[in-house]
T-cell receptor, first 111, second 111 residues
Framework: GQQLNQSPQSMFIQEGEDVSMNCTSSSIFNTWLWYKQEPGEGPVLLIALYKAGELTSNGRLTAQFGITRKDSFLNISASIPSDVGIYFCAGQTGTASKLTFGTGTRLQVTL | DTGVSQDPRHKITKRGQNVTFRCDPISEHNRLYWYRQTLGQGPEFLTYFQNEAQLEKSRLLSDRFSAERPKGSFSTLEIQRTEQGDSAMYLC?????????FGPGTRLLVL
């Protein structure tokens, strides 16, 4: 099935650093979402974006819905050890509101 | 806990056996989804219910897979004659007007 292009694939950063990841698609989506998944668990919703150009924050997380509606980015500021996990973007479209996920960005935070 | 719940969390079975998974969505959500996630990939859409009606099925859902939501509340996903390629995490999700929430998943290993 289709997966969105997400980069980078993995990141190793030091505690306190800022992180940026992005997601691109060949298709237009009317909603972009960012999820975090930890080992053995389901994805947990972090941020939802509903309008092209929208910039939304949730604590240390900031995400933007690209103007072309084909991309989105997520920034994490001042990373902490509990930020470790896999971050997935997801585009939503259609009456079913089904999600098409990215390939994931694995984040490791070292002390 | 009022989130999406799934049972069992883990299942090991032998090739050729049938397995059934259960999902209990968030109570007021009338939309329910099943996704499958293989190692190193993002979740992929399998099927979607609005109340008790199954409205969309992915091509990933072969004839050996069947999903039901008989009373518009909980849902079951059955896999008949399991194959090793069915080994994956099976995620259930439910949706309110704006957002999709995932359960913890059932991890299936077919030996």
């Amino acid at each position: 099935g289709q997966q969105l292009n997400q980069s980078p694939q993995s990141m190793f950063i030091q505690e306190g650093e800022d992180v940026s990841m992005n997601c691109t698609s060949s298709s237009i989506f009317n909603t972009w979402l960012w999820y975090k998944q930890e080992p053995g668990e389901g994805p947990v919703l972090l941020i939802a974006l509903y309008k092209a150009g929208e910039l939304t924050s949730n604590g240390r997380l900031t995400a933007q819905f690209g103007i072309t509606r084909k991309d989105s980015f997520l920034n994490i500021s001042a990373s902490i050890p509990s930020d470790v996990g896999i971050y997935f973007c997801a585009g939503q479209t259609g009456t079913a509101s089904k999600l098409t996920f990215g390939t994931g960005t694995r984040l490791q935070v070292t002390l | 806990d009022t989130g999406v719940s799934q049972d069992p969390r883990h299942k090991i079975t032998k090739r050729g056996q049938n397995v059934t998974f259960r999902c209990d969505p968030i109570s007021e959500h009338n939309r329910l989804y099943w996704y499958r996630q293989t190692l190193g990939q993002g979740p992929e859409f399998l099927t979607y219910f609005q109340n008790e009606a199954q409205l969309e099925k992915s091509r990933l859902l072969s004839d050996r897979f069947s999903a039901e939501r008989p009373k518009g509340s909980f849902s079951t996903l059955e896999i008949q004659r399991t194959e090793q390629g069915d080994s994956a995490m099976y995620l259930c999700a439910s949706r309110d007007q704006l957002r999709t929430y995932f359960g913890p998943g059932t991890r299936l290993l077919v030996l």
